[in-house]
Structure formats: structure tokens, C-alpha cells
């Protein structure tokens, strides 16, 4: 079957940086997203894979390897906005839909 | 430009009630497409819209649940009659392209069946 597994929850501490891991077991793979969430808003794009290797924008970047059906957003310089929820998504074919991780809550403290 | 509006954000029915999510998509948008969280799981996909055609309905759970949009701009999901399973976070989401480079979501509506 499908299935997405991220963390459930991750503390750091403002400055530090922090990496949310995600493994996925899809019947086939076009790339992987991750978007942010905070409570009650609109889920919203940070970035996308769909080859090997490192992206980077600003304080995130992605990470994937295919081979390891693997990837991982690294956040940098984390600030106290950074608080939110984080999915990875898998597309796995030409369909426009989205396999969706349960998300990880993200816990900044001072 | 503005985002993708839904409405009503929250919804309170009780069991056997109908009910109507509309979604307004980001203009020129052909893209269209609704999810839905049910508490504490995953987000889950349940159809795509280009335009007025439903492109991929594959994730709709049941025939209690009726999608349209009429003229290729807003949508509604309709659920009738509504069962305790069907609270969740519903999202709309739109996109120009095929949305692999992101899709704008709305912020969801919350529905609670009792």
C-alpha cells in the first residue's frame, strides 16, 4: 500500500537547526513536496523534489534520494514563526493527487 | 492576487443533515482540487476538477458526497446525509499548471457531524 511516515512532533530550540525526515512507500514516484501548516491556515508550499539531491530556498531546504525512498526538509536558523506543522507528499504517477504524511509538529522553544 | 477562499470555515451538523463546502479558486485557475483530514491522520486527496470536468474523482468515499463546479470557477462538495465519519478539515486546493511546483490551498473547513 501507500504510506508516508514522518515524525510525529520535534522540538528545537530558536537558532538551532532542525530536519524532519520522511520515508515513503508509493507504487511509483514523480517527486516529493513539503508544505507548512500553521494551526487553522491553509496548508502552504515550501518546496518540491523530484531528483536526487539537495534544494535549497533561503533558511529550507529538501533533500531526496530516490533510492532510499528518502527525503527531508532541513530548516535553518529556525525563529519562533517557524512553529507549524510540516507534511511531505508524494505524487506517484501522472494523476494530479498527493499522498500525504500525517505531518510533524514542529515545537520551537525560546 | 487573492487566495483560495472557502466557506463556511467551521460547520456544525448533526447526523443525517446536509451539507455544502464551496470553495472560490484562485482566477484562472483550471485546476481545482479537494482534500480532507480527518482528525489526526493523514490529509487525503479525493478529487480534481480541470475546469467543469472531474478529472480524477478516484478518492471520493461514498455516493454521500457530490462535487460540482459548474462553469469551471467555484466549486461545492455537497455531503448528504451526513455520518459521524465525515468530520474532518476539508481543503480546496488550485493550481494553474499541473500544481507539481504547489498548490494554493484555502484554509479549510472544519466540519463536525454530531
Known amino acids: 500500500g501507500q ?3 514522518q515524525p510525529s512532533e520535534v522540538t528545537a530550540v530558536e537558532g538551532a537547526i ?3 525526515n520522511c520515508t515513503y512507500q508509493t507504487s511509483g514516484f514523480y517527486g516529493l513536496s513539503w508544505y507548512q501548516q500553521h494551526d487553522g491556515g491553509a496548508p502552504t508550499f515550501l518546496s ?5 539531491g539537495l534544494e535549497e530556498t533561503g533558511r529550507f531546504s529538501s533533500f531526496l534520494s530516490r533510492s532510499d525512498s528518502y527525503g527531508y526538509l532541513l530548516l535553518q536558523e529556525l525563529q519562533m514563526k517557524d512553529s507549524a506543522s510540516y507534511f511531505c507528499a508524494v505524487r506517484e504517477d501522472s494523476n ?4 500525504w504524511g500525517a505531518g510533524t509538529k514542529l515545537i520551537i522553544k525560546p | 492576487e487573492a487566495g483560495v477562499t ?8 448533526e447526523k443525517g443533515q446536509t451539507v455544502t463546502l464551496r470553495c472560490d479558486p484562485i482566477s484562472g485557475h483550471d485546476n481545482l482540487y479537494w482534500y480532507r483530514r480527518v482528525m489526526g491522520k493523514e490529509i487525503k486527496f479525493l478529487l480534481h476538477f480541470v475546469k467543469e470536468s472531474k478529472q480524477d474523482e478516484s478518492g471520493m468515499p461514498n455516493n454521500r458526497f457530490l ?8 466549486s461545492t462538495l455537497k455531503v448528504q ?9 476539508y481543503f480546496c486546493a488550485s493550481s494553474q499548471g ?6 494554493t490551498f484555502g484554509s479549510g473547513t472544519r466540519l463536525t457531524v454530531v
Not at chain 1, 494530479?96 to 499522498?99: A, E, F, G, N, R
Not at chain 2, 462535487?67 to 467555484?74: I, L, M, N, Q, S
Open chain 1, 48 to 52: 518540491y523534489n523530484a531528483l536526487d
Open chain 2, 6 to 13: 472557502q466557506f463556511p470555515s467551521h460547520s456544525v451538523i
Open chain 2, 81 to 89: 446525509p451526513a455520518e459521524l465519519e465525515d468530520s474532518g478539515v
Open chain 1, 18 to 20: 532542525v530536519q524532519i
Open chain 1, 3 to 5: 504510506s508516508l511516515e
Open chain 2, 98 to 103: 499541473d500544481g507539481w511546483y504547489g498548490y
Open chain 1, 96 to 99: 494530479y493527487q498527493l499522498i
Open chain 2, 67 to 74: 462535487a460540482e463546479r459548474t462553469g469551471g470557477t467555484y
